[in-house]
């Protein structure tokens, strides 16, 4: 059975004339008698009774088209499947905040791809409002960004996890022996600053209010290069917990007061977003984003 040999054969069943159901199928009449014939000696019964302006469908007819009805509807939901698989195969152009270096973002985007190998997935490091700029004008799809910082409200903000900052030290120092330390045991410790931290303003208004100095003995964009130096006993810093990837850097809790982020994805209002966007939001919302137990 070939498929025209379906369409042709819907189109007699539908309008009851070879003739009509020829215009219908954009095909000369003889050419539609014909495969319905090939059909016919295929399947070993005749499946119309023939009449001089009229094409009635035998008994096996009916049982016939019940079954290639449904077969027909399963190609138009593949023709429908196919298109959105194309649809998806653009590029999604996704931008991350400095600073926010979770594993389980990698993880997402890694599943992501394995259940769209179509889509090629592009990355971009920039700052806040850089990203919320390249959002508004379709530069990019999504961003990952912290809820405190956005000011763009026409951009729609899609809560992921929040996560709690801790202090970071290396193996030797005297907050090993801490179940948590306040912001005042920092005063007069060395300093390792993250200079595009989202939090700096917030604690420089802790450390003032409270009287607290943080001697920064380290400035750096990267948080490799702030882990690297509290590994190698420089000093200590005040970091989001999942950022906190060398196993040879322990942290605890900071308290008096407590610090935390929302991390999320912001991107265009719900009609202006891709279908690839949309696919990419929806495999994050089923995304596991509990984070590992601190590091004693």
Request: charged content about 25%.
């Amino acid at each position: 059975m070939k498929l025209f040999q379906l369409k042709y054969f819907l189109a007699a069943a539908k309008t009851g004339n070879f003739t009509r159901a020829a215009e219908l199928c954009n095909v000369a009449q003889p050419s539609l008698t014909r495969a319905i014939k090939e059909l016919e000696y295929e399947l070993q019964g005749r499946l119309f009774a023939r009449e001089h302006r009229h094409n009635d469908l035998t008994p096996l007819g009916r049982f016939v088209r019940t079954y290639l009805e449904r077969i027909d509807n399963e190609l138009m939901e593949l023709r429908d499947a196919v298109r959105s698989w194309r649809n998806l195969g653009a590029p999604l152009r996704i931008g991350i905040l400095g600073g926010i270096t979770s594993p389980r973002i990698v993880e997402l985007i890694g599943d992501f791809s394995r259940a769209h190998p179509q889509v090629d997935v592009e990355l971009l490091d920039d700052d806040q409002a850089c990203l919320e700029r390249s959002i508004e004008t379709g530069k990019l799809d999504l961003a990952f960004v912290v809820a405190h910082r956005r000011s763009n409200v026409r951009l729609r903000w899609h809560p992921l996890y929040r996560e709690p900052y801790v202090v970071a030290f290396a193996d030797s120092h005297r907050f090993g022996g801490y179940a948590r330390v306040r912001l005042a045991d920092l005063h007069d410790e060395p300093y390792l600053d993250q200079v595009i931290g989202d939090v700096r303003d917030e604690l420089a208004m802790a450390c003032a209010h409270q009287g607290i100095a943080l001697k920064a003995a380290y400035r750096s964009n990267r948080n490799e290069r702030i882990l690297e130096a509290v590994a190698a006993g420089a000093g200590v810093a005040v970091l989001p917990r999942s950022s906190v990837l060398l196993n040879s850097v322990r942290v605890r809790p900071l308290v008096e007061p407590q610090i935390d982020r929302e991390v999320g994805l912001l991107g265009a209002p719900g009609p202006e977003q891709s279908r690839t966007a949309q696919a990419f939001l929806v495999q994050a919302s089923r995304h596991e984003w509990s984070l590992d137990e601190q590091r004693e």
